[in-house]
């Protein structure tokens, strides 16, 4: 049995935790803040309840494992539904697509932006299918000492931009932002994206998009209620501030906390590891990445049951031209709770805007002006400052940030990255497959 400290109590640190905990070792989880779930998790006022992070999922089977794994099924607790649209797009000539779940579905909804389009989008999404049968081991499991398997490591290594690769296959602009929206949402410029991670909308049309009625947040509140069941030792308002490392720097041996040191066989950081003085030292390639930093989150409440039926996504006028004020991405996420005759929205806001959310909502037909009663507006600097770090990993910068951001596995001794730091793919599916490796690299006590 070793003694396995995780840092941090995102989605990550919790499946990591439980994961430890259920393979028979001694967990002691630690995080900085005075509630579990990190991003995952809600924020309230007026009666009114959001998610303040991810309200949706791709790839159930990750939650399914998890839950499975580290105790009951997730349908004896939890209903994941999928939803009927992963999003509609809007764009400023009045046109728009609605990406329903499905290849027929989407084929259909593309073709109406203009004869032949549905085609092209289904080549270019299928094209991907064996992408993802080349990379997933890298993602599901602890990638073997000789490397990854030879068209995988082809894969990783090619210095094709996603931009590149829409531009070749997608002949409208207007599908192009489609395919690219994933990654400009979470704040990457797909020139800098590699083409393989355009899977993602391969992952959404094959397995859909599933969300849990009530919010997602719940499930990083049944996962924190197992915590107890697994003997996990939790330990909030913790903060690590740095890693004890051998000298030799080899091998862990624990972390130093604003609450004294705390030994350890083994850490699993699910935080930021550039965080960390030691942390930065043991992994030189990440002085040289940046964070994607969260957009600006504006929760509204309104009056009237009236709402949209999908996330909907307003593309602004001059896409893809840097630095334009007042055309920034809107995505209006409809969802939470509210009170008896109203409704709750999150719009999130990508850009400068030079006007209030409601006002640019009307510029794109969304008026809800005189139905606001309640609002939530917090800017990316809150939203770090609240989650004590970006859950949205590191920001591509081309090729070469695969090899400079920290992978699971570091060359040091007992020392695992996991969480959106440590996930080539954005998201809480890929956040919560690190943990899985990280488990198997820690093995069963
Ligand atoms: C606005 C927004 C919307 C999103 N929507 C979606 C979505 O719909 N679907 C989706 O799949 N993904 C979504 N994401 C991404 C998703 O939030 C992340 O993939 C996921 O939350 C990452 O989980 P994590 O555990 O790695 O990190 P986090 O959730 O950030 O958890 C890290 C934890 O570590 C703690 N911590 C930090 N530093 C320390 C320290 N020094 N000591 C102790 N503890 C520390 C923090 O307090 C926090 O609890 C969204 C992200 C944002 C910003």
Do not use: N
């Not at 939803?83 to 509609?88: C, I, P, S």
């Not at 606001?372 to 809150?382: F, G, K, N, Q, Y």
């Not at 080539?424 to 497959?433: Q, R, T």
Request: charged share 25%; with cysteine.
């Amino acid at each position: 049995m070793s003694r396995v400290v995780v840092v941090g109590a995102g989605l990550a640190g919790l499946a990591a935790a439980l994961r430890c905990a259920k393979q028979g070792h001694e967990v002691v989880l630690l995080e900085r803040g005075t509630t579990l779930g990190g991003a995952l998790g809600t924020v309230a006022t007026d009666g009114f309840t959001w998610d303040a992070g991810p309200d949706r999922t791709l790839l159930p089977a990750v939650v399914r494992d998890l839950f499975r794994k580290t105790g009951r099924p997730l349908e004896r607790e939890l209903d994941l539904v999928p939803l009927e649209a992963h999003r509609e797009h809007r764009f400023p000539d009045g046109t728009a697509v609605r990406l329903e779940a499905g290849r027929a579905a989407a084929i259909r909804a593309v073709e109406t932006l203009s004869p032949g389009l549905g085609r092209a989008w289904a080549a270019h999404v299928g094209s991907y299918a064996s992408t993802w049968e080349a990379l997933r081991p890298t993602f599901e499991h602890p990638v073997p000492d000789a490397g990854p398997g030879e068209e995988a490591a082809r894969l990783l290594r090619s210095r094709a931009s996603l931009a590149r690769s829409l531009r070749r296959a997608l002949p409208d602009p207007r599908l192009r932002a489609v395919a690219a929206h994933p990654f400009v949402a979470d704040g990457h410029d797909p020139r800098e994206v590699p083409a393989w991670a355009g899977l993602v909308t391969y992952l959404e049309q094959t397995f859909g998009t599933w969300t849990l009625p009530g919010g997602l947040a719940l499930l990083g509140e049944h996962l924190a209620a197992r915590l107890p069941l697994r003997g996990v030792d939790v330990r909030t308002g913790v903060r690590v501030t740095d890693l004890r490392v051998e000298p030799g720097r080899r091998a862990v041996r624990g972390v130093v906390t604003d609450a004294g040191d705390v030994d350890a066989d083994v850490v699993l950081l699910a935080t930021d590891p550039r965080t960390l003085p030691v942390g930065a030292a043991l992994l030189p390639g990440l002085r040289r990445t940046l964070p994607a930093l969260p957009p600006r989150v504006v929760h509204l409440g309104l009056e009237g049951s009236e709402t949209l039926d999908a996330e909907t996504v307003l593309h602004p006028v001059h896409e893809g031209r840097r630095g334009r004020p007042g055309d920034p991405l809107l995505v209006v996420r409809p969802g939470g709770t509210a009170p008896a005759g109203r409704t709750a929205w999150t719009v999130h806001v990508r850009g400068t805007l030079l006007e209030d959310v409601p006002t640019a909502l009307a510029r794109h037909g969304l008026d809800v002006r005189d139905r606001v009663v309640a609002t939530l507006d917090r800017s990316p600097t809150e939203l770090v400052s609240a989650w004590h770090g970006t859950p949205l990993g590191v920001r591509w910068a081309g090729p070469r940030t695969l090899a400079q951001r920290a992978e699971v596995r570091t060359g040091v001794d007992g020392l695992h990255v996991v969480g959106a730091h440590a996930a080539a793919l954005p998201g809480l599916p890929f956040a919560g497959l690190t943990a899985a490796v990280a488990a198997e690299l820690v093995g069963k006590a």
